[in-house]
């Protein structure tokens, strides 16, 4: 059974201090998708990355950026020079392959809250 | 109107009311989700709606009844419900395929309050 966990509940930085939001994962398939979702104040829940397990290179998109590490069944998302804008819910998810009788559905961790004080 | 939306934003019933949620998605999915989100609580899955087939979480109570009259729309029938309910309620959608499921794309979410 996929299994995601989130240890960090709760996460209090101070603007501009570069802040990793940890995800662990547990899957038995070989073919499977992790992802980031932002979950701000208003409750949406806005979608940040997705990633297939055959891709382990690290990605960046401006302050934020994600370590893919399969050998620790890691995925994790860090912020630099956080905001206050960044203040939210993050959320790691993984979803499974189909054809090896993985489950579609995607399982979420219990999220951690960033709060950024100015 | 682009994305999932949700219908109401924020809704208040009593006990014997009977409301319904609505959800509509403009991405081409043929999947749709119902999630509850519970104050310090993991979100919680409810119902799928994909390949034709309705998946159902054990534990939602009779309460709750879920409508998907089309891909694109689904619905979320309250009755009787009980203050514990009070929750945020998500709507999702996906593209399943016959190699997985794509990314979730969510709703604003309905803000239930049940007195």
């Known amino acids: 059974a996929q299994k995601v966990t989130q240890a960090q509940t709760e996460i209090s930085v101070v603007e501009k201090e570069d802040v990793t939001l940890d995800c662990v994962y547990e899957t038995r398939d070989t073919t499977y998708y992790l992802f980031w979702y932002k979950q701000p104040p208003s409750g949406e829940l806005v979608f940040l990355i997705r990633?297939?397990?055959?891709?382990?290179q690290n990605e960046i998109s401006g302050r934020y950026s994600w370590n893919f590490q399969k050998s620790t069944s890691s995925f994790n998302f860090t912020i630099t020079a956080s905001q206050v804008v960044d203040s939210a819910v993050y959320f790691c998810a993984l979803s499974e392959d189909l054809p090896s009788g993985g489950s579609y559905i995607p399982t979420f961790g219990r999220g951690t809250s960033l709060i950024v004080h100015p | 109107e682009t994305g999932v939306t949700q219908t109401p934003r924020h809704l208040v019933m009593g006990m014997t009311n009977k409301k319904s949620l609505k959800c509509e998605q403009h991405l081409g999915h043929n999947a749709m989700y119902w999630y509850k989100q519970s104050a310090k609580k993991p979100l919680e899955l409810m119902f799928v709606y994909s390949l034709e087939e309705r998946v159902e979480n054990n534990s939602v109570p009779s309460r709750f009844s879920p409508e998907c009259p089309n891909s694109s729309h689904l619905f979320l029938h309250l009755h009787t419900l009980q203050p514990e309910d009070s929750a945020l309620y998500l709507c999702a959608s996906s593209q399943v395929t016959s190699t997985g499921g794509d990314t979730q794309y969510f709703g604003p979410g309905t803000r239930l309050t049940v007195l």
């Open positions: 990633r297939n397990s055959f891709d382990e």
